[in-house]
């Protein structure tokens, strides 16, 4: 059973494909603390991909979306108050494009999909432990080596101070990463717990939950919670209750629902509910929590870097703007000369998309991204295909999917290198089960 389990992730159904997803194996692994040699093994298994089935690729709507999508983006950027600056930011999207359309076609199974989860949890485990070096243990490090071959800067005490960021750009960023991979990884576990407990069930023996892979799995899991509490991030803290509530109520288990419902109720109660109900719930609900959420941690913050000031400023560019925006990458300039103070975005992907490229181009990219996450609800309600097991991985895949836009709509992710590269070989593995999915229907349908 092991060894065949093995075979399944390690090798890939096509044989002239192993190279490729060699390559994306290797990529992911080093990823976290090498992004140029993880995009380097990316970008050659989508390449190899694109050449090898250019046909197929090129045939799938999907790619004819995000193809129309490139073009309009590179219209809009002619159109843009910094040209220069627009074209390129045309890198954070079209590129990535490209990685999506080879991807969805070399991953194809389940057994990849638990292969990548493996991957992203093996190497959430050294980020997670200079995270903790920066943050208790004063870690100062300024590694480069090769340029950006192996690059790590880290901040003593955190980034901003007193939040983990590890060798990522800001806390925020590290936080966006361990929600991924705690969603991943909590569906991996999920289905190892219930792995154990079906062998007992048949065997009549005691369940063994002391097997190293359980064992690795739990530890990692645990330790990427808390690293996740470390960062701070209400964002993140968000979509981790998020994820715990999706994996409860799928797998129903009511109690476990009620309980966080009930410990978010105390916590939201004691950061603000009328003075006298907050005054009691804050006896039990530690000030780290409460004090974040509504920001008495961090008082006094000036009116220009508030989210509702971004967003309405985000929002007025696009009635200016509505049909093809100011830009990509415009929005920095333009909210500097207005508010007198650097922000990098409006902490609001759509928002911003909508700024900088107009309505039509994130009507599009909002349209493309609701198709895929439909066709993706559509086949995990059919039982004909994923059995209960298989079922949990490719759920866990569309949670991180929908934790994502749920992120972006308070920040966001796409100037991080490390997690646009990350949503977009999630993406692609969705697609790529999606595709696989039809390609066995057409079969069975001409056998008939």
Not at 387 to 392: C, I
């Amino acid at each position: 059973m092991l060894g065949a389990s093995l075979n399944k992730a390690f090798y890939h159904p096509h044989p002239h494909s192993q190279f490729s997803w060699q390559c994306t194996q290797l990529g992911l692994l080093v990823f976290p603390l090498s992004p140029f040699l993880g995009a380097v093994g990316i970008v050659l298994a989508s390449l190899l991909t694109w050449l090898r089935q250019y046909r197929t690729i090129t045939r799938r709507p999907w790619n004819w979306g995000f193809a129309l999508l490139s073009l309009l983006l590179i219209v809009s950027a002619g159109f843009a108050y910094d040209k220069t600056v627009a074209f390129v930011g045309l890198f954070n999207f079209l590129p990535f494009f490209f990685i999506f359309a080879g991807l969805s076609s070399l991953i194809q199974t389940i057994a990849q999909l638990r292969q990548l989860t493996w991957i992203l949890v093996i190497g959430s485990v050294p980020v997670i432990i200079l995270g903790m070096g920066q943050l208790f243990l004063g870690w100062n490090l300024d590694l480069k080596f090769l340029w950006i071959v192996l690059e790590w800067t880290i901040a003593p005490g955190g980034n901003p101070p007193g939040r983990m960021a590890a060798i990522l750009m800001h806390a925020n960023t590290l936080a966006a990463y361990l929600a991924i991979v705690f969603i991943l990884g909590l569906g991996l576990w999920l289905e190892k717990f219930r792995e154990l407990e079906f062998r007992s069930q048949n065997s009549g023996v005691r369940s063994d939950f002391s097997t190293p892979p359980f064992i690795f799995l739990t530890i990692a899991l645990i330790a990427n919670f808390i690293a996740l509490i470390f960062t701070n991030s209400r964002n993140g803290w968000a979509i981790a209750i998020f994820a715990c509530l999706a994996y409860a109520l799928y797998q129903g288990w009511r109690i476990l629902v009620g309980g966080v419902v009930g410990i978010v109720t105390s916590i939201l109660l004691a950061a603000f509910a009328p003075s006298p109900i907050a005054i009691f719930f804050r006896r039990f609900v530690p000030a780290f929590f409460w004090a974040r959420l509504n920001d008495d941690m961090y008082p006094d913050r000036p009116v220009a870097l508030m989210r509702k000031t971004q967003w309405e400023f985000a929002w007025s560019l696009t009635q200016q703007h509505p049909w093809t925006g100011w830009g990509l990458r415009n929005f920095t300039a333009l909210y500097q000369a207005k508010m007198q103070i650097s922000l990098g975005h409006p902490h609001n992907l759509f928002l911003m998309l909508s700024a900088e490229t107009g309505l039509p181009i994130t009507l599009l990219f909002c349209g493309l991204l609701i198709w895929i996450l439909i066709t993706g609800v559509q086949l995990l309600r059919q039982p004909n295909y994923l059995d209960q097991e298989h079922r949990l991985i490719f759920f866990s895949y569309l949670l991180v999917f929908v934790g994502w836009v749920l992120f972006n709509t308070v920040d966001v992710t796409l100037f991080d290198f490390r997690l646009n590269t990350l949503f977009w070989v999630i993406l692609s593995a969705i697609c790529g089960v999606v595709y696989d999915h039809k390609r066995r229907e057409q079969a069975i349908g001409n056998l008939y």
